[in-house]
Nanobody, 125 residues
Framework: QVQLVESGGGLVQAGGSLRLSCAASGRALSNDHMGWFRQAPGKEREFVAVISWSGRVTDYADSVKGRFAISRDNAKNTAYLQMNSLKPEDTAIYYC??????????????????WGQGTQVTVSA
């Protein structure tokens, strides 16, 4: 049914930028909140950013605030994560997720119903 596919990951030097994309298929997700999470080796999956269904409300983890920007284009059924001033500690697999929940945005992974396969982001020092 619903499928999320991330792209845009890769290897970048510290201080550089990447733009991740999350393309959704199966149905329109214009009424779903869209989130980004990441998981580094040996660590739990952690919240990165979320954007409401309307695009009007966003939330960011403190570690990325001011450096990352989440956005969405509902006409393209796609969400984005612009990552600037990347640091080695940003190295992780980045996952896109859709809440499929009519309610407030959330940092909790269990509020998200659909997940992509992840895309690797590696930041070298």
């Amino acid at each position: 049914q619903v499928q999320l596919v991330e792209s845009g990951g890769g290897l970048v030097q510290a201080g550089g930028s990447l733009r991740l994309s999350c393309a959704a298929s199966g149905r329109a997700l214009s009424n779903d909140h869209m989130g980004w999470f990441r998981q580094a080796p040996g660590k739990e999956r952690e919240f990165v950013a979320v954007i409401s269904w309307s695009g009007r409300v966003t939330d960011y983890a403190d570690s990325v605030k001011g450096r990352f920007a989440i956005s969405r284009d509902n006409a393209k059924n796609t969400a984005y994560l612009q990552m600037n001033s990347l640091k080695p500690e940003d190295t992780a697999i980045y996952y896109c997720a859709a809440s499929a929940v009519i309610g407030g945005i959330s940092r909790l992974p269990n509020r998200y119903n659909y997940w992509g396969q992840g895309t690797q982001v590696t930041v070298s020092a």
